[in-house]
């Protein structure tokens, strides 16, 4: 009897000590994409038209690109706590080690990372984090398998220069906008 109730106590310290309190950056998602003071959108390519002016090599790249996933809070007069306190919570999930950070950039009222989760060689998500004093915080995740981080900034270059037709996109655009908000 003793051995049993040894295994038991074992089993249930590993699974106690295996358990992530950590909330995911999914998790978060999730939990937040029904507030009402967050907009969330999940954005298919498929909205991404007028391809044909892409190279193999460039629709390669977009086709490794499963959806977009937005989560953002626009600024209002009265809910800079409420982004305040999801910019420690986001800053705070980011600090996993599974988020490698690529770069980041700070200008004025504005702030810019951008993480990446699985290897250099085959990313599995893309985070964009930004916040602007002026009109809030957001953060992007690019979902896809085994995206090529160069290819991908070959793509976004594309999209500068035009070679995608972002028109599927407009209405999202105007979503985020705080003067709609």
Same mark, same amino acid.
Request: hydrophobic share 35%; glycine share 8%; aromatic share 6%.
């Given at each position: 009897m003793n051995f049993f109730k040894c295994i038991t106590l074992l089993g249930t310290v590993l699974l106690l000590m295996s358990c992530d309190?950590?909330? /995911?950056?999914?998790?978060?998602?999730?939990?937040?994409?029904?507030?009402?003071?967050?907009?969330?959108?999940?954005?298919?390519?498929?909205?991404f038209a007028n391809t044909e002016k892409l190279t193999v090599d460039q629709k390669k790249t977009l086709e490794t690109v499963k959806k977009i996933n937005i989560l953002a809070i626009p600024k209002k007069r009265e809910n800079q706590?409420?982004?305040?306190?999801?910019?420690?919570?986001i800053i705070n999930i980011l600090?996993?080690?599974?988020?490698?950070?690529?770069?980041?950039?700070?200008?004025?009222?504005?702030?810019?990372?951008?993480?990446?989760?699985?290897?250099?060689? +085959?990313v599995d998500e893309i985070i964009v984090y930004g916040e602007?004093?002026?009109?809030?915080?957001?953060? +992007?995740?690019?979902?896809?398998?085994?995206?090529?981080? /160069?290819d991908i900034l070959q793509l976004v270059r594309s999209l500068q220069k035009g070679d995608i037709d972002m028109?599927?996109?407009e209405g999202i655009s105007k979503m985020l906008s705080s003067d709609q908000m």
């Amino acid at each position: 009897m003793n051995f049993f109730k040894c295994i038991t106590l074992l089993g249930t310290v590993l699974l106690l000590m295996s358990c992530d309190n950590n909330q /995911s950056l999914q998790e978060y998602y999730v939990d937040n994409q029904g507030d009402k003071e967050f907009v969330a959108v999940d954005v298919p390519t498929s909205l991404f038209a007028n391809t044909e002016k892409l190279t193999v090599d460039q629709k390669k790249t977009l086709e490794t690109v499963k959806k977009i996933n937005i989560l953002a809070i626009p600024k209002k007069r009265e809910n800079q706590t409420k982004i305040d306190a999801e910019k420690a919570k986001i800053i705070n999930i980011l600090k996993d080690e599974k988020y490698q950070l690529l770069m980041k950039y700070g200008g004025g009222n504005s702030k810019m990372a951008v993480y990446y989760t699985g290897s250099e060689e +085959a990313v599995d998500e893309i985070i964009v984090y930004g916040e602007d004093e002026m009109k809030g915080m957001g953060i +992007a995740r690019v979902l896809g398998d085994n995206m090529n981080p /160069s290819d991908i900034l070959q793509l976004v270059r594309s999209l500068q220069k035009g070679d995608i037709d972002m028109g599927g996109l407009e209405g999202i655009s105007k979503m985020l906008s705080s003067d709609q908000m």
